[in-house]
């Protein structure tokens, strides 16, 4: 009888333990929920605003969004590129040293790296030149 008793109790406080668990967990997920949605509804509603000010800036719907999507690319390309360095240097001069094929593959990624990374950047700055005087 005793035994009886002692695994209902048990039984009893464990389904009531999950329960409380389990309530405890949806209200931190409603919360971090809430949290992200407000958090991303301002990302959106700053990146709109960004976007408006370079279409006032250059007068133009289709100049603004090409101005806005090439100072995305402009901001991205520079982790991208150096990773991209990074690992053509890997290939040049850790893996380069015993095969002589990888040592010219890495040479390469360094230039072709390289040379994306200048064009990301001067890019926007000729846009903005061709706009501004090429318009007339």
């Known amino acids: 009888m005793k035994k009886a008793l002692i695994i209902v109790t048990v039984f009893t406080i464990i389904v ?3 329960f409380i668990c389990t ?3 949806n209200a931190a997920e409603q919360a971090i929920d809430e949290e992200t949605e407000s ?3 301002k990302l959106k509603e700053k990146e709109l605003r960004t976007l408006e000010d370079y279409k006032e ?3 133009s719907d289709a100049y603004g969004l090409v101005a806005y999507i090439l100072n995305i ?3 991205y390309s520079i982790p991208l590129c150096f990773l991209g360095i990074a690992i053509g240097a890997i290939h040049q001069y850790v893996i380069g040293v015993r095969k002589l094929d ?3 593959k890495g040479m390469g990624l360094i230039v072709t790296f390289v040379t994306l990374l200048i064009i990301c950047q001067i890019l926007p700055l000729a846009f903005a030149v061709f706009v501004r005087f090429g318009r007339g």
């Open 73 to 75: 690319v402009r901001i």
């Open 57 to 59: 800036q250059y007068g």
């Open 23 to 25: 309530n405890i967990v």
């Open 39 to 41: 958090e991303l509804v």
């Open 102 to 104: 990888t040592l010219e």
């Open 16 to 18: 009531f333990g999950i």
